[in-house]
Every structure is written in structure tokens, then in C-alpha cells.
């Protein structure tokens, strides 16, 4: 080797250490052993990464019963600088800046951003807290406040702890790192988050500064975590893979990757490829190389019941979503109101080309507000139908009075809004199927790729007692409400061209595919019958039978959870013989419907004062009173329990077996079996004055803070004990129910009850 040589050898070997990052994780945690979580109830905001650059030095559990990591501090580079972002502006602040390791990280933010002898000088924005300011002078640096971006010359480190609006500005910040400084970043989200409007969109508190951090790979989501007790704080041992695109993409292309669990790939991988995909030209290396990794073709696949596609691996997962993605990008999608996925043909289903497009007057009653059961949140958006239907690929205009203008009010077209993506296959479209739109002008244009029911979705704290509306342009679906049109209009009315129907009450609203109505004859004797249903879930529930909103029952050709699911503003159910027996009357009544039913109880229960064990099991009191109260079948229905020795014969084999209360709480209709015991002992009313104590109690205030479980299943057996008039404790401890010692003592003022066929099971 040549001198010459030798010293470029030396001067290529200087120059990629200036230009390499220095805020690597061991040199930032240098003395660190754990870092604080801001105090409870105060939000950090999550990162993502945009390319293979960023790195991660600290991440935190998403949510308590979440098994998927954040990223929380992330540090990448961009030109010769560096940015060092963590989720909130607090840890620059007096109260987190007090704790040892803080300030640490702080020390080691300076030393590791040192690039010459001198003393260090500093910018921080007007609104720096004065501890950061006192912080950084203690560590002998040279601090100021900079107006905006309008930084010193030879400013070594930019403390950023707000968004960053204006474009200049931000070209600006962005030469200034480029140029081989340094940007320490605190998020301002959870400060955002705390000021927002709740009745604006969460589109207005989006961060500008993403812009020039996203040039760096780095994404500051408006994804808020909490600590989850007092003294929590960050993980600071190595990442899972799903959380930076270079891991992800490097797991992915090997021949058996990492298995990535449901909530890894929809909270880590899945939106990190997803940021990639957005923030880079389709011909870019990046791009390139994620298409070849994900084998995606330039055909977007169809999934329908005929040709289910396989998504079971996060593979296969990510290329069917970014396939769709790129689909769209390259037919100009976000910026064509008559573009069409194919798949809306087969779901959520075509408008014939011949069916008439109508302006219809729509007046809507306003059905909001809690009526005592898990409803959402306090500002939700309740739907409420119009009857009318907005086919694919066409603009309809809705017109509203201009007092309505102020009144929060949006449009949703479709109402099939599951993410399937973690299925293993799809047998329709696996993505949010509806699009909505703010109502703030007199005429508003709407329009949706996939078609769909046309819905005006209303605050749920709203004082409106009625709207109307005009629709442009829409085609009428088959809709019928319960005294509102009559059954001699219903011929009419079900043929109304729209490949989804709506048959309502004000207590309940089924959505169910068009063709599954043609031979429906009397759709009022039908509601009538629901409503019935619904009043004795009313009654057992303890809750008013006139609703201050209709629960929904809407039929899916893929169910996303289980068999049906529910949560709190509907029930999903599939489009398959049950959806027959939902819609048929003398079917119901000979025989029920135990999957709706069970559903619809779920929408009743005491959620947050029962007990753990059963959630599966107090729904089915509500299946079991509609049985019995409404369609006169008794208590015995379900399949193994259609009569009393059925039962008994369960539960001998339970308690022959072993019995434990884990065992007890796995296994719902043995559970179940407890209850029944009760019933025909002492009658419903013993559970409708149980569920009447519950009712006071009012379950809502225990949704978020519910009683431990042990408290829950005192109160339980407490309550039963009280209305029933009899000390159960030997019937609990048979059941293996785990009483505390204090709530017995409360019952033995009454006499000892239990039924003749336990005897045996007590103790010798």
C-alpha cells in the first residue's frame, strides 16, 4: 500500500465517522439503568420509521392489555446532523427534569452532540421551560431562545419542543441539522391532545414538523400511551422487530420469519409499512426493494367466497395491503371522485346502471344519548339512516339548512367499517368499506369508492330533536320502519333497487343484504316481534323499554371476531342461515335465534360490576328470558341444556370432576347451569332485583375504575343473597365460588338455601 493510498484510506475513514450518527443508544444510556414515565394520567406520543435509517433507544407498552411495544424515543440521521425525538415536550420540564436519570440523558444528549472543544451553544424556543434552560447552563452550555427557526450561527443543538407550521421555517430547521447539527425534538401531542377541540376533527391537531422529521425516517404519531401505575417507566432492553421498517423488512424476506403477533402487525408492522409506502416515489430503491420482499404484482387481488385470498402470514398481509395501496396510487384515487375498486361488485354490491338516481327530502329523527348501558364515548357520532343508497364511483350532494352548519353533523356512506387484515383469509375486501364527511357547508359533495347506505352521523350529546336533509343524485334502498311506513307500501318498498335493505324500530335496526328480503312478506309483524325482544332485554336490564337510540344487528359476508360479535354501537353478524332466521317470523318463534339473542345480551350486561368469568355467561340470561318470556319456550333451549335433567347431568359432571373456580369460569354453560339453578328456584325475580341494585349503582361509573374481581364477586354474591332472602354460601362453595369471609358474614342473617340436587356435594 502507497502513501497515497493510505491516507485516503484515512481521510474516506474520517470523514464516514463526522457523518455518522453520534446519538447511538449505548453512548445515550451511558449511566442509565431506567428512565420515568411522566406522572400518570399525562400522555408520551409514539414513533414510527419512515426508512431503514432511525434507531430505537426506548419504548413502553401500548396499553395495558395490549401485547405490542411503542417506540417512545428514536434517533436517526439526516445529512450530516442528527435528531434525538422523544414522545413529550415534558421531559424538558421542571417535574421530569428533577429525576436523576433525566437528567443524565440530558448530560449524555450534550456530550454525545459535542463535536469540538469549545463551549456548546444551545437554542431553545420561547416557551422552553426555565429547568431545561438551567439544566443546559449546568452542563456548560451557551443557551438562547431562538425566534422560530431564526438560529445563531454555530448553534450546535436546537431544543424543539412545538410544531413548526410554516414551510420556511421548516426548510430552515431542516439545512440546519443537514449541515451537521443537532435536533432535539419533545413532542407537543400530548399538550395538543390536552387543549383539543373534542368536536373537531383529530385532523386538525396533526403536527407540520412530520415533514422534516419523516425526511429523516422518523414519524411522530398522534398515538398517546400512559403510564400504567406510579412509578412506570420506559424499556430501554432491544426493540421487537415490528417496530423499525430495517428489521421488519429484513425478518420478512427470510424463508420462515418471526411470527408477528395480531397486535404486533396492526400496531408496529402494519402501519410502519404503510408510513413507507407514503413518504417514498413508487421508484424508489425503498420501494422497490419492499415490492420484491412482499411479492406484490401489479393486479390488485380480489378476494370473494368463490376465491378466498390467504393472508396468514405478515407477508402475505402487508403485500395484499400495499397492493391495494399502490392500486390506488396509480389510478389517481385520492383525487378522483368516480374511481371504483373492483371488488365493490361482488361487496358490499353493485347498483344496477338502469336503477333510478333520485333527489329525496329525508327527515330524520335525532336518537342520542346513553341509555345506561356501555355506550360510547360521550362524543360519538351516532348513525342514524336515511333510507337511501350511494352507488360506487358516484357524487351525490346533500344539502342541509345552514342552522345545522354549526351542529357537528357528518355524512357516512357504507356502514361495514372492519378491519379484517387479521384473518387468515379474506373472503371480501379486508378494509374499512366507508367513507364520512364533515357537514359544514350549505351543499356537500360525498362519494365512495365501494358505494354504500347513505347515514348523517349526529353528536351523541347532541340537543337536536330532528333534522331533514336533501340527498342529490341517490338511488332508494328498501328501507321500512315500524310506524312510520305501512305494510301496504312494503311490495313497493323492497323493490327498491339497492343491494343493502334497513328494517328499523326505534328500539332496533337490521341491515342485511337486499336479496335476503324478496320473500319477506310482513316485515311489521316481524319488528314487532324484535321489539318484543327488545323490551324483555329492556326489562332484565332494569333500563327504560322506550330507547333513547336503536341498537344495530348488521349482516357481514366475513365476520371479523368469532361467529357474531358485539360491541358498543352494533352487532356484527354473518350473512349465512341465521340471517334466514333473524328474518323470519314463525321461524323465531318456533325456534329462536340463540346467536342473536346472545349478542344482544351482551349489549345489556353489567359490564365492569360482573365478575371476570362472566362475560359469556350473564349474557345468556337475557337469551334465556326472550326464550322464555317472549317466545314461551322456558328456561331449557340451547343444545346439552334442553331440559332440567340435561342440566343436572352437567353439572354433575362438573362436580365430579374436580371443580375449580378457574375451571368453573372457562367453561360458560357449566356456569351457566348456576344461574338456572336459581331461576327455578326462585323465579326471574330474584335476577331482575339483583340487576335493579346493579342498575342503581350505575355500571357506567365503574367502565374505566371497575372493582377488582374479588369485590365483584362479593357483590354478586351479596346482591343474589339479598334478593333471594337466603344465606347461598354452601351453594357458592359447592360451585367453587370464592367468597371473602366478610361478605359471608353479611348473609348469615338468612336461612341456608340449596337445591336438592347438591345435597350430596356438601360436606360430611
Known sequence: MNLKTALLLFFACVATQSFAQKFQKSALLKDINTLPMPDTGKFVSAFFSTNEKPNIIATHVLAPQVDVLASIIM???????????????????????????????????????????KKLKVAVTKKADVALINALKANKAKVYVADSSKLQPNTDIYFLTNDVKDTTALKAIEKYIADGRSLVYGSPYPYIFKQRDPNKSYVNDLIKINTLLSKAGIFNAYTLLMAEHAKDSLTLTKEPFYLLLKNILSELSKSSPKEASPAGYAYGIEPTLDLAFSNHADTSRLIRKMKSILSISDSLPIPTRKNPLDISTAAKKAGYQFSKYLFEKSHNKENSTDFVFPESKSFPGEVPKTAKRTTELIDIAVKVGSQGLADPYPNYFRLHSTGVYVPAGEKISIVIDPKYKSQYLKAQIGIHNDDLKHMDKLVRSGFDLTRSFELEKDTTTVFSPYGGLLYIRIPDSST??????????????????LEKNKLTDWAS?????????????????????????????????????????????????????????????????????????????????????????MLNEKMLKEKGSWGHFHELG?????????????????????????????????????????????????????????????KWGKEPFTALCMYIQLIEHFGWESIIKANKIYRDMDPRKYYDHPLNNQQRIDLWYTTICKTTNANLSSFFEIWKIPVSEKAKAAAKKYNIWIPQELVTYLPQ
Open 464 to 481: 337536536l330533536k330532528s333534522i331533514s336533509i336533501i340527498a342529490h343524485g341517490v338511488v332508494k334502498a328498501p328501507y321500512y320502519k
Open 75 to 117: 434517533t436517526s440521521t439526516l445529512g450530516k446532523g442528527q435528531i434525538f425525538a422523544i414522545g413529550s415536550s415534558e421531559y424538558f420540564e421542571s417535574k421530569l427534569l428533577a429525576d436523576q436519570n433525566v437528567q443524565k440523558l440530558l448530560k449524555n444528549i450534550i456530550q454525545t452532540a459535542r463535536n469540538h472543544p
Open 602 to 662: 351482551h349489549r345489556h350486561q353489567f359490564w365492569g360490576l360482573d365478575m371476570d368469568e362472566v362475560g359469556e355467561v350473564t349474557t345468556n340470561l337475557y337469551t334465556m328470558y326472550a326464550y322464555d318470556k317472549v317466545l314461551k319456550k322456558g328456561l331449557y333451549n340451547h343444545e346439552g341444556m334442553e331440559s332440567k335433567d340435561e342440566v343436572n347431568k352437567k353439572i354433575n359432571n362438573y362436580l365430579q370432576n374436580q371443580p375449580t373456580f378457574e
Open 493 to 581: 318498498i323492497k323493490n327498491n333497487p339497492a343491494p343493502w335493505t334497513e328494517l328499523a324500530t326505534d328500539k332496533i335496526i337490521l341491515t342485511v343484504p337486499t336479496y335476503r328480503i324478496k320473500n319477506l312478506e310482513n316485515p311489521e309483524s316481524l319488528l314487532k316481534l324484535w321489539d318484543q325482544i327488545m323490551d324483555a332485554d329492556a326489562d332484565l336490564a332494569v333500563i327504560s323499554q322506550t330507547r333513547t337510540h336503536p341498537e344495530r344487528i348488521i349482516i357481514d359476508n366475513q365476520v371479523a371476531y368469532g361467529y357474531m360479535f358485539t360491541v358498543w354501537d352494533k352487532i356484527v353478524a354473518p350473512d349465512d342461515e341465521s340471517c334466514e332466521l
